[in-house]
């Protein structure tokens, strides 16, 4: 199928799913990765093999441009890009290229969000490819029957229990279907031949691979497809997919409705309902509550974006069960309130991460999957409510963290008096990718997909070369006691759980400007709304904004930041009263792995990636322009 890259239809009906400032930061940016810094150096060639293409944190170029955490991603984004498929063509075809070279992120064993800009329309649509909890699932399906406690993380990580319905496929079908050119076989042909040729492990790929290789031995076929030998595969070493291969030509042969309704989703039901856990191992791997119902009964949706002004700019994100668009907005709206001066930036630090605690209360209290509990989403957004928050932070104090979440009622006054009793921050995996493509005729897309951490559940589909996510470990695992506040994220009946994944769009005059997201669990939030800052009120450009030191504030009594950040304004918060501590990870002293772009004028685009954070990233242009 091919249409003009304009072009757009309504969905099928289901049963036919079938696809075919820089002088002012200038001391902060010498205390962490220079701006100009070279990208690692590529492992070497396993024999036989042309090896990785080299990365590069920043491309500048007309015709369409990508960012991704991988250059065999970016290349096929590229690829898709130069025969004339569009920006959502190259996003998915991207994001397959990532199931196999990032498998213990990017599986279609997962799901994730996706911001769009269609130009023809000029229009921000956010699709929602979040995984779903199975029709089994309770409130209490997370405590232990046996202790009446919650089951301890890593128990609930490495189990069925913790699977959700992947919503990958379905939600690339949508977004073919709505937005692009070409059809999903023809899409996933480079995929197929990255996993059938292999691709050179890299330092990122073996580390992954070791912080897992313990629970991967106990999963069978885990252990033979990640641990090859039982070993961890070396660097420079070639790795290959064939499963994986056959997998996604099998796709590309009899469409989505073969993984949703076929024989291989009867095979993913069946293995999380019995995991195929090695029977020496000691590791208690309990079963899950899926059904193949639960799969046939998946939809991706196609979702209202949220919308927020600041500073003369719209900005578009993630709605729930996506916390992303609704806490980065009401952070601009509550920091709207106050100037933020360049020649200033620990005071402007200081109310970002007042900002933040206030906002990450409130994502607590409300946030939640708005299919199935109430969330007050146009209140939480309005400026009214930012106002009321906007009060409590003192430009020269810290308040006391935990902060209470706010009243999203109405009914705004000029002040509050501070709470402190709410809840606990909950666990949120940090392993996640993120990639932006721009096209040639003004389409954007800022994609986030997970399956949630570093290798999910650890459980590998047999013989289909693909993990399943752990994405439900997302949900609060105790359900509130008597008195307590509801809680959104309780797990329910195909329930989303709550993610912080934020794709987010920034229009300037009706037009796409910038383009970013990242990995890092509830740490993407604070990442994306630093970059912005950093962008927007601090005067960086954006390769400067990316690569700037970090910290998060998500309403606990330390700032947890990188140690660059900590040298450069450690000293002026903590007069302010904060208290900063090195984030602990994983990885420790690391917070995201960005990816962005930037429409410099009508048609130049530069793209953005990590010079080294997890190994750097990959931009990539059409045609290069030497700046």
């Given at each position: 199928?091919?249409?003009s890259?304009?072009?757009?239809?309504?969905?099928?009906?289901r049963a036919r799913?079938?696809?075919?400032?820089?002088?002012?930061?200038?001391?902060?940016?010498?205390l962490?990765?220079?701006a100009?810094?070279?990208a690692?150096?590529?492992?070497p060639a396993?024999?036989g093999?042309?090896?990785?293409?080299?990365k590069?944190?920043v491309a500048?170029g007309?015709?369409?441009?990508?960012?991704?955490v991988?250059?065999?991603?970016?290349?096929?984004?590229?690829e898709?890009l130069?025969?004339?498929?569009?920006?959502?063509?190259?996003?998915?075809?991207?994001g397959?290229?990532?199931?196999v070279?990032?498998p213990?992120?990017a599986?279609?064993?997962?799901?994730?969000?996706?911001?769009?800009?269609?130009?023809?329309k000029r229009r921000?649509?956010?699709?929602d490819?979040?995984?779903?909890?199975?029709?089994l699932?309770r409130?209490?399906?997370f405590i232990?029957?046996a202790t009446g406690?919650?089951l301890?993380?890593?128990?609930?990580?490495?189990?069925?229990?913790?699977?959700?319905?992947?919503?990958?496929?379905?939600?690339?079908?949508?977004?073919?279907?709505?937005f692009?050119t070409?059809d999903?076989?023809?899409?996933?042909?480079?995929?197929?031949?990255?996993?059938d040729?292999?691709f050179?492990?890299?330092r990122?790929?073996?580390?992954q691979t070791a912080?897992?290789?313990?629970?991967?031995?106990d999963?069978?076929p885990?252990?033979?497809l990640?641990l090859?030998?039982?070993?961890?595969?070396a660097?420079?070493s070639l790795?290959?997919n064939?499963?994986?291969?056959?997998t996604?030509r099998?796709?590309?042969?009899?469409?989505?409705?073969?993984?949703?309704?076929?024989?291989?989703?009867?095979?993913?039901a069946?293995?999380v309902?019995d995991?195929?856990v090695?029977?020496?191992?000691t590791?208690?791997v309990?079963?899950g509550?899926m059904r193949?119902?639960?799969?046939a009964a998946?939809?991706?949706?196609l979702?209202?974006p949220?919308?927020?002004?600041?500073?003369g700019?719209?900005?578009?994100?993630?709605?729930p069960?996506?916390?992303?668009?609704?806490t980065?907005?009401?952070?601009?709206?509550?920091?709207?309130?106050?100037?933020?001066d360049?020649r200033?930036?620990?005071?402007a630090?200081?109310?970002y991460l007042?900002?933040t605690k206030?906002a990450y209360?409130?994502?607590?209290?409300?946030?939640?999957?708005?299919?199935?509990?109430?969330?007050?989403?146009?209140?939480?957004?309005s400026?009214?409510?930012?106002?009321?928050?906007?009060?409590l932070?003192?430009p020269d104090?810290a308040?006391a963290?935990?902060?209470?979440?706010?009243?999203?009622?109405?009914?705004?006054?000029?002040?509050?008096p501070?709470?402190?009793?709410?809840?606990?921050l909950a666990?949120e995996?940090?392993q996640?990718?993120?990639l932006?493509v721009?096209?040639k005729w003004?389409?954007?897309?800022?994609y986030?997909?997970s399956i949630?951490?570093?290798?999910?559940?650890?459980?590998?589909v047999?013989?289909?070369g693909?993990l399943?996510?752990?994405?439900?470990?997302?949900?609060s695992?105790?359900p509130?006691?008597?008195?307590e506040a509801p809680d959104?994220?309780?797990?329910?009946p195909?329930?989303?759980?709550?993610?912080s994944m934020s794709p987010?769009?920034?229009?300037?005059d009706?037009?796409?400007k910038?383009a970013?997201?990242?990995?890092?669990g509830?740490?993407?939030?604070t990442?994306v709304?630093?970059?912005?800052?950093?962008?927007?009120?601090?005067?960086m450009?954006l390769p400067a904004?990316?690569?700037?030191?970090?910290?998060?504030q998500r309403?606990?009594p330390?700032?947890f930041?990188?140690?660059?950040?900590?040298?450069?304004y450690?000293?002026?918060?903590a007069?302010?009263?904060?208290?900063?501590e090195?984030?602990?990870?994983?990885?420790?002293g690391v917070?995201?792995a960005?990816?962005g772009l930037?429409?410099?004028?009508p048609?130049?685009?530069?793209a953005?990636a990590?010079?080294?954070?997890r190994g750097?990233g990959s931009?990539?242009?059409?045609?290069?322009?030497?700046?």
């Open positions: 199928m091919l249409r890259p304009s072009s757009s239809k309504p969905p099928a009906p799913r079938r696809t075919a400032l820089v002088a002012a930061i200038a001391t902060a940016a010498s962490t990765v220079p100009a810094a070279a690692p150096a590529a492992p396993a024999p093999h042309p090896g990785p293409p080299a590069q944190p500048t007309y015709g369409g441009a990508v960012s991704t991988d250059p065999d991603a970016s290349r096929t984004a590229l898709v130069r025969r004339g498929g569009n920006a959502m063509d190259a996003a998915v075809a991207a397959a290229t990532l199931g070279t990032e213990y992120v599986a279609i064993g997962g799901g994730g969000y996706i911001t769009y800009y269609d130009a023809e921000v649509h956010a699709l490819g979040r995984e779903i909890a199975p029709k699932m409130e209490d399906s232990d029957p406690e919650p301890p993380f890593d128990q609930a990580v490495t189990s069925g229990l913790g699977v959700g319905v992947p919503g990958t496929l379905a939600q690339w079908d949508l977004a073919l279907r709505r692009g070409r999903l076989g023809r899409l996933l042909r480079p995929a197929i031949r990255v996993a040729r292999g050179v492990v890299d990122e790929f073996h580390d912080m897992n290789a313990a629970r991967f031995r999963i069978v885990t252990r033979e990640f090859p030998d039982g070993r961890v595969p660097v420079g790795f290959r064939p499963d994986l291969a056959d996604y099998e796709l590309a042969r009899r469409g989505t409705d073969w993984f949703y309704e076929g024989r291989l989703g009867k095979e993913i069946r293995t309902a995991p195929p090695d029977p020496d191992a590791r208690d309990r079963p509550l193949p119902r639960d799969l998946y939809r991706a949706l979702r209202e949220t919308h927020v002004s600041y500073r700019m719209d900005v578009y994100g993630m709605p069960s996506s916390s992303g668009g609704t980065i907005g009401e952070t601009l709206n509550i920091l709207g309130n106050f100037r933020l360049e200033d930036p620990a005071a630090l200081h109310h007042e900002a206030l209360a409130d994502r607590g209290r409300y946030l939640g999957d708005a299919d199935k509990v109430d969330v007050p989403v146009a209140e939480l957004l400026s009214g409510f930012a106002g009321e928050r906007a009060c932070i003192d104090r308040a963290a935990p902060v209470a979440a706010g009243s999203p009622d109405g009914d705004y006054r000029p002040c509050v501070p709470r402190t009793r709410t809840r606990a666990p995996g940090p996640t990718t993120h932006v721009a096209d003004g389409n954007v897309a800022s986030t997909l949630e951490q570093f290798g999910g559940s650890g459980i590998t047999p013989g289909r693909f399943l996510n752990n994405q439900l470990t997302d949900f695992f105790r509130p006691g008597p008195g959104p994220n309780v797990p329910g195909h329930k989303r759980p709550r993610s987010t769009l920034v229009l300037k009706g037009r796409p910038l970013l997201g990242t990995p890092g509830s740490t993407i939030i990442t709304l630093q970059i912005l800052i950093n962008r927007i009120d601090l005067g450009d904004a990316l690569n700037a030191p970090r910290a998060t309403n606990t330390q700032v930041a990188e140690q660059a950040f900590i040298d450069a450690g000293a002026a918060l007069a302010r009263g904060h208290r900063l090195v984030f602990p990870g994983p990885p420790a917070i995201g960005a990816t930037e429409i410099l004028r048609g130049l685009v530069q953005v990590e010079p080294t954070r750097g931009a990539l242009v059409v045609r290069p322009v030497r700046r």
